[in-house]
């Protein structure tokens, strides 16, 4: 069946669920107690969530909480952008996302189960914001569906997080592979008295492997101690894993006698229990400074 099939056709309700603005009148709440359509109301707007009822038979849309909250955190609260209906709802959907969301809703109306989608809207002055959409859809004794309930959460701050990590790892990604330094990450890993006792590799760069003649393929995932076993005679896990430890980045001249070469290393602590060291090759100018 074609998108849109399921969701454009009218819906026959045998049997109304009693639920705010439906069906005959209800009794006044007793003093003291607090309607349910009152109740929603109060927690959605005590919350970050628009809560939100759809009648699926006249296509009604009824949100529960403060409008303005469809609109963004200072932008101007367009009353009329409301939607009240379905359609209004619907013709807000981004164009990119329109087809995958009510796809997912027609699946969820013919199969059950869990429904849970994030899309972006189209607000009336052109900003463009995130939500996630939780909801279920409610049947009739007879099984067939009457009205969806479910709750929308503005999630525009995390989505717009999200792209910043992905572009800043992109820039650390091409930096780490196209350094002219040799790069290498490490994880400390200490002994029972918390002190280092080795560092295993988790990533090397190219510059690396041309540097030391070591490649990936040989040091990912193997601890120092198995991959230069001179290097624990050499005080290197003393050093680096005080840095993944404490913190506090070194920056040394060192020669390397497992590798037979001069090296000027840095080493900073990228988080708690990790250690990024770049060093490159100096020995052609050791050399030469020792014929002065």
Same mark, same amino acid.
């Given at each position: 069946?074609?998108?849109?099939? &399921? +969701?454009?056709?009218?819906?026959?309700?045998?049997?109304?669920?009693?639920?705010?603005?439906?069906?005959?009148?209800?009794?006044?709440?007793?003093?003291?107690? &607090?309607?349910?359509?009152?109740?929603?109301?109060?927690?959605?707007?005590?919350?970050?969530?628009?809560?939100?009822?759809?009648?699926?038979?006249?296509?009604?849309?009824?949100?529960?909480?403060?409008?303005?909250?469809?609109?963004?955190?200072?932008?101007?609260?367009?009353?009329?952008?409301?939607?009240?209906?379905?359609?209004?709802?619907?013709?807000?959907?981004?164009?990119?996302?329109?087809?995958?969301?009510?796809?997912?809703?027609?699946?969820?109306?013919?199969?059950?189960?869990?429904?849970?989608?994030?899309?972006?809207?189209?607000?009336?002055?052109?900003? $463009?914001?995130?939500?996630?959409?939780?909801?279920?859809?409610?049947?009739?004794?007879?099984?067939?569906?009457?009205?969806?309930?479910?709750?929308?959460?503005? &999630?525009?701050?995390?989505?717009?997080?999200?792209?910043?990590?992905?572009?800043?790892?992109?820039?650390?990604?091409?930096?780490?592979?196209?350094?002219?330094?040799?790069?290498? +990450?490490?994880?400390?890993?200490?002994?029972?008295?918390?002190?280092?006792?080795?560092?295993?590799?988790?990533? $090397?760069?190219?510059?690396?492997?041309? +540097?030391?003649?070591?490649?990936?393929?040989?040091?990912?995932?193997?601890?120092?101690?198995?991959?230069?076993?001179?290097?624990?005679?050499?005080?290197?896990?003393? &050093? =680096?894993?005080?840095?993944?430890?404490?913190?506090?980045?070194?920056? =040394?001249?060192?020669?390397?006698?497992?590798?037979?070469?001069?090296?000027?290393?840095?080493? =900073?602590?990228?988080?708690?229990?990790?250690?990024?060291?770049?060093?490159?090759?100096?020995?052609?100018?050791?050399?030469?400074?020792?014929?002065?």
């Amino acid at each position: 069946m074609a998108v849109g099939t &399921i +969701l454009d056709e009218k819906v026959s309700v045998s049997s109304p669920i009693d639920t705010p603005g439906d069906g005959p009148a209800q009794a006044s709440p007793a003093p003291g107690r &607090i309607g349910l359509e009152e109740r929603f109301r109060i927690a959605a707007e005590s919350a970050s969530d628009m809560i939100y009822e759809w009648n699926l038979a006249t296509g009604e849309l009824h949100l529960f909480g403060l409008p303005e909250k469809l609109f963004g955190p200072g932008s101007v609260y367009d009353p009329a952008a409301v939607p009240k209906s379905f359609e209004d709802w619907k013709r807000m959907l981004h164009p990119e996302d329109a087809g995958r969301v009510l796809t997912a809703m027609e699946d969820h109306l013919r199969n059950g189960g869990q429904f849970r989608v994030e899309f972006r809207m189209m607000h009336s002055r052109g900003e $463009v914001r995130w939500w996630e959409n939780r909801g279920k859809a409610l049947h009739d004794p007879g099984g067939g569906a009457t009205r969806w309930v479910g709750v929308m959460t503005d &999630i525009t701050d995390s989505k717009r997080a999200e792209a910043a990590l992905r572009e800043s790892e992109h820039r650390y990604r091409q930096l780490f592979d196209h350094s002219l330094n040799a790069v290498a +990450l490490h994880e400390v890993i200490v002994g029972e008295d918390g002190r280092p006792v080795d560092y295993a590799f988790l990533e $090397v760069n190219r510059a690396f492997e041309e +540097l030391t003649g070591l490649s990936a393929a040989q040091v990912i995932g193997q601890r120092v101690t198995s991959v230069l076993p001179e290097v624990a005679r050499e005080h290197f896990i003393e &050093i =680096f894993g005080g840095v993944g430890l404490s913190g506090q980045p070194v920056r =040394f001249e060192s020669f390397t006698q497992s590798l037979g070469r001069h090296y000027d290393i840095a080493a =900073f602590c990228p988080r708690p229990g990790y250690v990024a060291v770049a060093f490159t090759d100096i020995t052609e100018r050791k050399i030469a400074e020792d014929k002065l």
